[in-house]
């Protein structure tokens, strides 16, 4: 989406979106879902108004703790304790010309909700590991939808459940339908999920960030699904996600949140009116390079966001000086046919058989002094293995692992084991995807942030406290929350102490693994604009692993490209984005979302290449 929302009318104008004659699904009217607590009451959602048009996709968009998913739940009346509904109406009308339902006026527990749950309003949530049992098979959760609300037994249900997969692009679904939910890939998980939501073919989909875990060319092909189920089922869906590249590939209309309130909605190809929305679309990373053979020329200059970081990076990177002094620079670590396998598991009750998985093949690569190297690839290709191998978090298999010393002499940190690789665990630092599951509940700050210091430069006390709070000053943080615990923070906090946590040992090499991707628009921006800023102060290398293609564009310097365990392409970033060589990398970037609808359907994507070609 690229400065396209307009600002809903007042509720006086004639033009409102809620004026008699309009062939609506959905009908929000002064919504209210609030949350009683301890410390008072938590007004998720606050006199919301929202209309959702019959055929249409409406995207609601926001970040976290702006009141989307809340709103979702409360149409179905799923809003987990101590939240729920305590005023507004929720009018469902299943068809044109007949009388709405208030879904407002249900309880939880009502039997006319339940009937609409499944099969007239359906909802994909975002993670399906945590929402699909995992000591039942997909087949028999699917199933059960249709025992349910139609009444089938279980000979006719699983034909229906093997159909419905086969619809969603499950592969030999006769099999996948007696898998578990362990045995599926994340993209198949996702599959499996939608095929239960859309199983009694509901009028109404509510879709709840189910793309947002996904990496792109899984992302791409799931927006895809749902746009082509939509067409062929006539259905009408409410989309929530904070990407507003996804807004601008399927939206028609789109509302934003903030703070519980809806403070803009309208058409998708029109120009934004809140400063909130301004804020979101200036937070996205611009479009620095043409992507790929025959892609259509970057944003036009009217039209770019330009963040922090890319500002810093393009300067760092653009100049012929610094072009220069990046061709000249020094390996820090010198990767040389890297190979990573693991044995396979002990056979279980629910495990097949099988050989080893080699997670890294063969892998060579260079990572620059003072460099930012981007390492992507999708999900499962070797990435975050390969991270770890690099600090000593798994032995390799085979492979060497060179490691420039500050005076020069080389270690190969493959061959190091216990006291001797933990000499380098301060010159090689991580900082981890998830900032809420990273960060030690039962630790406050100093001591999440000191226990490095400690354990590896053997600094504590007064010293300790000196160093934690100046690490915090750098990272943005006041140096007063020492005392507080990680419950405290928000996730952009969370994250900036984790950053404090990998450089309080002043590395030389910190691996940024998925760091920004479950980060919202915004605060992602700050923390790429705090990497970039802290590597210039203090000359850090950084790995940037990520799968999102948009930000290692303005991020790295060099880029590598990761499939099925095997480097299958690396160069400077321009070179990457500009003239991709190999067929994997040029799919990659062209499932990459644009921001912009008047660019939807004008890129040709292109289909991930089986595997083989990686060998």
């Given amino acids: 989406m690229a400065r396209h929302v307009a600002a809903e009318p007042p509720a006086s104008s004639p033009d409102t979106p809620t004026e008699a004659g309009r062939d609506l699904v959905l009908e929000i009217k002064d919504l209210r879902t609030h949350f009683h607590t301890d410390h008072g009451v938590i007004r998720a959602v606050d006199h919301v108004d929202l209309t ?6 409406v995207c609601l968009v926001g970040e976290s703790g702006s009141g989307k998913s809340a709103t979702a739940r409360s149409v179905l009346q799923l809003v987990d304790e101590p939240g729920r509904v305590v005023g507004g109406q929720i009018l469902y009308t299943p068809r044109p010309g007949q009388r709405p339902i208030d879904l407002a006026s249900l309880g939880a527990r009502d039997p006319r909700i339940r009937a609409v749950r499944g099969k007239e309003i359906a909802m994909v949530f975002q993670e399906p590991m945590s929402s699909l049992s995992p000591v039942h098979t ?15 037994d279980k000979r006719q249900a699983r ?60 992302q791409a ?57 301004r804020a979101l679309l200036n937070a996205l990373p611009r479009r620095r390079y043409s992507h790929g053979p025959g892609a259509h020329a970057s944003t036009p200059a009217a039209h770019v966001r330009t963040t922090p970081v890319a500002v810093a990076t393009a300067t760092r990177q653009d100049g012929p000086e610094e072009a220069a002094n990046g061709a000249e620079r020094e390996p820090l670590v010198t990767l040389t046919d890297l190979r990573m396998a693991f044995a396979p598991a002990p056979r279980g009750f629910f495990s097949r058989r099988g050989g080893a998985v080699t997670a890294v093949d063969g892998v060579s690569l260079e990572i620059r002094a003072g460099e930012t190297l981007g390492l992507v690839g999708e999900s499962g290709c070797g990435k975050t293995t390969l991270g770890r191998c690099l600090l000593g978090v798994y032995r390799p298999t085979a492979g060497r692992i ?8 080389k270690v190969d ?32 700050v100093r001591q999440i942030i000191g226990e490095p210091l400690r354990a590896l430069r053997g600094v504590a006390g007064h010293d300790a406290d000196d160093q934690i709070a100046d690490m915090l000053r750098r990272v943005g943080l006041r140096a007063e929350y020492m005392s507080r615990y990680a419950h405290a923070f928000s996730g952009g906090e969370r994250q900036r102490i984790g950053i404090a946590r990998a450089l309080i040992t002043n590395p030389r090499l910190v691996v940024a693994d998925e760091a920004v991707s479950a980060l919202d628009v915004s605060i992602r921006a700050q923390v790429l604009d705090l990497l970039g800023s802290l590597q210039d102060q203090l000359g850090l290398t950084y790995l940037f692993i990520s799968h999102d293609l948009s930000v290692v ?4 310097d060099r880029v590598a490209v990761m499939y099925f365990g095997k480097l299958v392409e690396q160069d400077d970033t321009e070179a990457v984005y500009t003239n991709p060589r190999h067929p994997y990398t040029q799919a990659l970037l062209s499932a990459v979302p644009v921001p912009d609808p008047r660019m939807r359907g004008e890129r040709s994507r292109l289909l991930t290449p089986p595997t083989d070609i990686a060998n």
């Fill in 413 to 444: 940190l493959a061959t190091l084991a216990g006291r001797e690789l933990r000499a380098f665990r301060g010159e090689l630092r991580m900082v981890f995807q998830d900032p809420y599951s990273s960060l030690n509940p039962r630790m406050t």
């Fill in 52 to 57: 959702v048009p019959r055929g249409s996709t």
């Fill in 159 to 218: 034909q229906r459940v093997i159909e419905q997969l086969t619809s969603v692009g499950i592969p030999e679904p006769q099999d996948r339908v007696d898998s578990y939910t362990f045995q599926l890939s994340g993209g198949m998980r996702q599959r499996a999920m939608i095929a239960m939501a859309l199983i009694c073919h509901p009028k109404l989909l509510i879709a709840d960030e189910p793309t947002t875990a996904l990496d792109v060319t899984t």
């Fill in 402 to 409: 060179l490691y420039t010393r500050t005076d020069g002499s």
């Fill in 221 to 277: 092909q799931i927006l895809d699904l749902l746009s082509d189920l939509k067409r062929r089922l006539g259905m009408t869906m409410l989309f929530i996600t904070h990407d507003l590249g996804v807004v601008a590939e399927i939206a028609d209309q789109v509302a934003v949140m903030n703070q519980g309130r809806i403070v803009e909605y309208g058409d998708v190809d029109h120009a934004p009116d809140h400063d909130y929305t």
């Fill in 553 to 556: 564009e303005n991020i790295a």
């Fill in 138 to 152: 997909i087949g028999r959760q699917i199933g059960e939808v249709l025992r349910l609300h139609e009444g089938m």
